[in-house]
């Protein structure tokens, strides 16, 4: 059974910095693109970033390029989002979402598998 | 910002057909990239409920269906059933941002 399991999120001040990881289990985890989605209290969904299954191609929301930099360590199993410079509208439970391709940024890319979340507030 | 535009709400009652739209533009839903949609209830995550245009996943019910047509999209919901209350998201790349967007959200209510 596939299982996302995020983790790191919490309550920063507005211009820190803050990692996400999501531990990946269930599947071969270097086969596939991986995504962070997130969700602002109350709102709809929106993509924030996808990194190809060896980590050579990335993409990301204007919302949060140059802020923003996800990784991952196919060893570890593991998807990374780096977080700087937070902003208040940066809070949101951030989801971890398995691609049903290798790639980062396919056309035709949905996501089939998602995580529980991870809560972000950021607020002085 | 998304630009994939759906109702804000939609409601039926038990056994009536409803459909959620989602409209979007040249580049994206125009340019005959696929449109998926995930069903949400609240405080869950997302669960993919339609992949490229048409199909369902194992284990999602045939009453979920499809379609899309120019720059728009259509999820219909035939035979509802209390347990179909949720969010809706429709989900499509988009050329001109490079980005994927997410559909505005609908909720459906089981009347």
């Known amino acids: 059974e596939v299982q996302l399991v995020e983790s790191g999120g919490g309550l920063v001040q507005p211009g820190r910095s803050l990692r996400l990881s999501c531990a990946a289990s269930g599947f071969t985890f270097d086969d596939y693109g991986m995504h962070w989605v997130r969700q602002a209290p109350g709102k709809g969904l929106e993509w924030v970033a996808s990194?190809?299954?060896?980590?050579?191609?990335?993409g990301y929301a204007d919302s949060v390029k140059g802020r923003f930099t996800i990784s991952r360590d196919n060893a570890k199993n593991s998807l990374y989002l780096q977080m700087s410079g937070l902003r208040a509208e940066d809070t949101a439970l951030f989801f971890c979402?398995?691609?049903?391709?290798?790639?980062?940024?396919?056309?035709?890319?949905?996501?089939?598998?998602w995580g529980q979340g991870t809560l972000v507030s950021v607020s002085s | 910002q998304s630009v994939l535009t759906q109702p804000p709400s939609v409601s039926g009652a038990p056994g009536q057909r409803i459909s959620i739209a989602c409209t979007g533009s040249s580049s994206n839903i125009g340019a005959t990239y696929d449109v998926h949609w995930y069903q949400q209830f609240p405080g869950t995550a997302p669960k993919l409920l339609i992949f490229a245009d048409t199909r369902r996943p194992s284990g999602v019910p045939g009453r979920f269906s499809a379609s899309t047509s120019g720059t728009s999209a259509s999820l219909a919901i035939t035979g509802l059933q209390a347990e179909d209350e949720a969010d809706y998201y429709c989900h499509c790349y988009d050329s001109s941002l490079n980005a994927y967007l997410f559909g505005t959200g609908t909720k459906v209510t089981v009347l």
């Open positions: 979402a398995k691609g049903y391709v290798d790639t980062a940024m396919a056309r035709s890319t949905y996501f089939d598998k």
């Open positions: 990194i190809n299954w060896n980590g050579g191609h990335t």
